[in-house]
């Protein structure tokens, strides 16, 4: 398997994820733990995040999942084809931190499961992903 790091160190530079400000605690095959620190312009009313920023968090962080344990030798091209958000509880004033794991993969559908907490652990989301790599 060739290294997914080139990845790793991509993905926080595209404009929207640096925007987000999201970075990687953690990559490592088929696990990773990614972060956005807080910012009051990505919440509703200064203090609790906006929905969509846990939903973009989610899609960032199931697609890093996807890709840690990826053979590079067999595709490049890839997208998310599914999501589902269960939002648990707000955070105020806080990072949120995802953690996905990759758990099945296919011949090109990688599935993940995605949970998000706040800074000190309090659930916030918990979602399903899947992801599509091609050659």
């Known amino acids: 398997m060739t290294d997914s790091t080139m990845i790793r160190d ?17 990559w490592e095959p088929d696990r990773i733990v990614a972060r956005v620190p807080f ?5 509703n009313d200064g203090k609790v995040y906006h929905g969509g920023v846990i939903a973009s968090l989610i899609d960032t962080a199931g697609a890093a ?9 067999k595709g490049m091209k890839a997208a998310t084809v599914g999501m589902s958000v269960e939002y648990l509880g707000a955070t105020k004033e806080q990072d ?33 992903l899947t992801y599509r790599i091609v050659a």
Request: net charge negative; no cysteine.
């Open 96 to 128: 949120l931190v995802a953690t996905a794991k990759a758990i099945k993969r296919g011949k090109e559908l990688i599935f993940t499961e995605i949970d998000v907490a706040d800074a000190e652990g309090k659930p916030v989301a918990k979602a399903i």
């Open 39 to 43: 910012d009051e312009k990505l919440t």
């Open 10 to 26: 991509l993905m926080p530079r595209t404009p929207f994820i640096r925007l987000l400000g999201l970075t990687f605690d953690e």
């Open 65 to 73: 999942a996807a890709w840690s344990g990826h053979d590079m030798t």
